[in-house]
């Protein structure tokens, strides 16, 4: 078993299949040494967990479900990711994560909700998934995802 497998295995993760395009695009592309993922929604078979803005108030999604969304967002884009390299051990390591939150306008708390991401790529790759980072706060997102998120990781 490749070492990055029998990492999920250990952490008792299983990487999901590919998201499916919701538009004109591919979920991934390599260009010198680097994958460059699209947007990854937290899709979990085929649909959202949640939909709408990630605040502290009455009919927001939370922040720690949100949170949860930016892990599941970042297994998506690793899934993405394998699909055009063909193996996870073949990442060298986890550039730049670039993740956005649809944010009620009193929500300030962006950088703890793309911490579900930042914390599951170091559990996954250890050092090489420390990564720099942009968590960036936005009005609406696509098909009314809480979180989405982007990659850039360098590979072998």
Excluded: W
């Amino acid at each position: 078993m490749a070492a990055i497998e029998a990492r999920l295995a250990e952490l008792g993760i299983d990487l999901p299949d590919v998201v499916p395009p919701v538009a004109a695009y591919t979920p991934a592309v390599i260009d010198a040494g680097r994958v460059y993922t699209s947007g990854q929604l937290p899709m979990v078979s085929g649909a959202l967990p949640a939909t709408g803005k990630v605040g502290d108030g009455h009919g927001l999604v939370p922040a720690d479900d949100a949170k949860e969304y930016a892990r599941i967002c970042a297994l998506n884009a690793l899934a993405a990711v394998k699909s055009v390299i063909g193996s996870l051990d073949r990442v060298t390591r986890v550039v730049k994560v670039v993740g956005f939150v649809a944010s009620d306008p009193s929500f300030t708390g962006q950088p703890g909700v793309i911490n579900g991401a930042s914390e599951v790529l170091g559990e996954i790759f250890g050092d090489a998934g420390v990564h720099a980072r942009s968590a960036v706060g936005v009005s609406v997102l696509p098909l009314d995802a809480p979180v989405e998120l982007e990659l850039i990781v360098a590979y072998e």
